[in-house]
């Protein structure tokens, strides 16, 4: 399959690796909009958040218990802004799931 991510995941394209285990990875954004900006993906491949189901939702629930200890690593004290693109009319680029964990600046609401 030609997905980026996939590629980043199983080692093919390099990244700059913030966390790693066996279902996850968490790697800085090439172009970070945010003093931190960290993607973190499952390794294995959903499109986006429209095919979570209840096959597959285990390795979702686990990117969100490790949020905690990659915020840490990041260095990130005060709270995160976390986003999710689902899809082209919400901005989604890269069509394997991911989350954006962002931090070090003020973020606006509901965008920015
Ligand atoms: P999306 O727009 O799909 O929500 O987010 C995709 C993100 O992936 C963008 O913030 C973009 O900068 C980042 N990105 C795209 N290609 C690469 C890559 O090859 N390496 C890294 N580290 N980030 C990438
Ligand atoms: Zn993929």
Redesign the pocket.
């Known amino acids: 399959m030609d997905c980026?991510f996939c590629k980043?995941a199983a080692g093919e394209?390099p990244?700059?690796k913030v966390y790693e285990d066996d279902q996850i990875l968490a790697?800085?954004?090439?172009?970070p909009q945010a003093p931190v900006h960290v993607?973190v993906i499952p390794k294995q491949h959903i499109r986006w958040a429209y095919d979570i189901t209840p096959e597959n939702s285990a390795v979702v629930a686990h990117i969100f218990e490790k949020l905690p200890e990659i915020a840490k690593i990041c260095g990130v004290e005060g709270g995160f802004r976390l986003v999710n693109?689902c899809g082209e009319d919400a901005?989604?680029?890269?069509p394997h799931l991911?989350f954006?964990l962002m931090a070090g600046r003020e973020f606006g609401w509901p965008a920015g």
Do not use: E, P, R, T
Request: charge should be neutral; charged fraction near 10%.
């Open positions: 980026i980043i394209i990244c700059n790697f800085k954004d090439l172009n993607l693109n901005g989604q680029s890269v991911h954006h």
